[in-house]
């Protein structure tokens, strides 16, 4: 079992910058692939960003790409998603994910343990 924990959410302006973290109990995180995950409300979950175990693969969402990026340091079992010329559109929950399997996916569906969520609100 992984227990994720998020921080780093809040109201920030157009145009502003956040990083949020992950926090993992568990001594394989190592070997986890990780996902961020948003809902905004009224909308399904959708994909964000991952990254594979070494962090030698990413993977974006078009609507973010060349904004957020996503990062992990194996050590302190955490994985960031810094998010740059952030819009009101990116207002939502952000979700962390591992996926126990490595798969390097970008489904919800393969991710198997999440957090709790933070919350994420751009102002215009």
């Known amino acids: 079992q992984v227990r994720l924990v998020e921080s780093g959410g809040g109201l920030v302006q157009a145009g502003g910058s956040l990083r949020l973290s992950c926090a993992a109990s568990?001594?394989?995180?190592?070997?986890?692939?990780m996902g961020w995950f948003r809902q905004a409300p009224g909308k399904e979950r959708e994909f964000v960003a991952a990254?594979?175990?070494?962090?030698?693969?990413?993977s974006y969402a078009d609507s973010v790409k060349g904004r957020f990026a996503i990062s992990r340091e194996n050590d302190k079992n955490t994985v960031y998603l810094q998010m740059n010329s952030l819009k009101p559109e990116d207002t939502a929950v952000y979700y962390c994910?591992?996926?126990?399997?490595?798969?390097?996916?970008?489904?919800?569906?393969?991710?198997?343990?999440w957090g709790q969520g933070t919350q994420v609100t751009v102002s215009s």
């Open positions: 994910a591992a996926d126990r399997y490595g798969s390097s996916a970008t489904r919800r569906s393969m991710y198997d343990y």
């Open positions: 568990g001594r394989t995180f190592s070997s986890y692939s």
């Open positions: 990254i594979n175990w070494s962090g030698g693969w990413t």
